[in-house]
């Protein structure tokens, strides 16, 4: 039996701890700079109270 298909692989490029570097209202268009470990999703815009989503 050979060992193909049962490691983990050769690696590859590795996805990052987040992604997205602005934060945008959907709404009114406000954007501010994403906060390393906190979702957009979970802050509010100031200006409207909407949450917030990646961009």
């Known amino acids: 039996?050979?060992?193909r298909g049962r490691g983990v692989g050769l690696g590859g490029q590795r996805r990052g701890a987040g992604g997205r570097e602005t934060c945008i209202c959907p709404k009114c268009g406000y954007e501010t700079p994403h906060i390393r470990?906190?979702?957009c999703i979970q802050q509010k815009c100031p200006k409207c109270g909407s949450p917030l989503i990646g961009k």
């Open 1 to 3: 039996m050979s060992g």
């Open 37 to 39: 470990g906190v979702p």
